[in-house]
């Protein structure tokens, strides 16, 4: 079993940044795929970035290239995502996944993914 747990939510006014982290439990977390999900109301859960477990390989939604990153590090079991110049759209619940099994890609689909945290809450005011 893993656990996923989401930390840094809050509120930010349009413009703003924030650093949300996803601590993991489990021994080998440099062996997990690892992403960010969000979904705001009334909408599907929408992928917003993905992490090999070597930190090698990034991929990012759309929406949010340019303006988000995400990070790793392993010896603290822990994975981030920096939101700069943020925007009222970027108003959603955010969810930590890993994916425990061995692949070389960071996958950008749910079903990849088979651990989810239970989210925390992002709203930027206009």
């Known amino acids: 079993q893993v656990q996923l747990v989401e930390s840094g939510g809050g509120l930010v006014q349009a413009g703003g940044s924030l650093r949300l982290s996803c601590a993991a439990s489990g021994r080998t977390f440099s062996n997990y795929a690892m992403a960010w999900f969000r979904q705001a109301p009334g909408k599907e859960r929408e992928f917003v970035a993905a992490?090999?477990?070597?930190?090698?390989?990034?991929s990012y939604g759309d929406s949010v290239k340019g303006r988000f990153t995400i990070s790793r590090d392993n010896a603290k079991n822990t994975m981030y995502l920096q939101m700069n110049s943020l925007k009222p759209e970027d108003t959603a619940v955010y969810y930590c996944?890993?994916?425990?099994?061995?692949?070389?890609?960071?996958?950008?689909?749910?079903?990849?993914?088979?651990?989810w945290g239970q989210g925390t809450q992002v709203t930027v005011s206009s």
């Open positions: 992490i090999t477990g070597t930190g090698s390989i990034t």
């Open positions: 996944a890993a994916y425990t099994g061995s692949r070389w890609y960071p996958g950008t689909y749910r079903y990849e993914y088979n651990y």
